[in-house]
């Protein structure tokens, strides 16, 4: 499918806040005209720094937190973690009433939310497809 859109995709690792950096110089020398950040724990707590390196850089990321647009990132595309925790307090709530953990159906969170973030769009001088806005369970001028 990269082929068929002329698209290439790299992978790039990082593990400390040094290697963001690296490799967001790669990205630079590769000319990369986006990034996906993946939604592992240490770029949830590094997302400052991604989102400042990304601005800097000019380079449109998208993550899968609204936490991450929030800060100023582009957009987000992934589950609704207020959904989330909203059904962890359902379940706690029950065995603390006494059911059996066991015998509790398991939950998944189903709902999924896209939020971009239009200030960013903007600088980057990026124009959001009409359609994809109206798609956007929430776009936002502002940086929170």
């Not at 992934?78 to 909203?86: I, K, P, T």
């Not at 709902?111 to 009409?130: C, D, G, H, S, Y």
């Amino acid at each position: 499918m990269q082929r068929a859109l002329g698209l290439h995709a790299y992978i790039l690792r990082a593990s400390t806040p040094s290697e963001i950096d690296a490799a967001f110089d790669a990205i630079v020398d590769r000319r990369a005209e986006g990034l996906i950040v993946s939604g592992d724990p240490f770029f949830t707590n590094r997302r400052n720094q991604l989102i400042a390196l990304a601005a800097s850089h000019a380079v449109p990321a998208v993550n899968n937190y609204h936490e991450f647009v929030a800060g100023g990132g582009l957009m987000s595309y992934g589950a609704d973690l207020a959904e989330g925790y909203h059904q962890l307090g359902i379940s706690t709530a029950k065995i603390l009433k006494g059911a059996k953990p066991a015998e509790l159906p398991v939950q998944q969170i189903v709902k999924l939310e896209l939020v971009i973030n239009l200030k960013t769009a903007k600088a980057l001088r990026l124009t959001i497809p009409q359609l994809l806005l109206g798609r956007a369970d929430e776009s936002s001028n502002e940086a929170t």
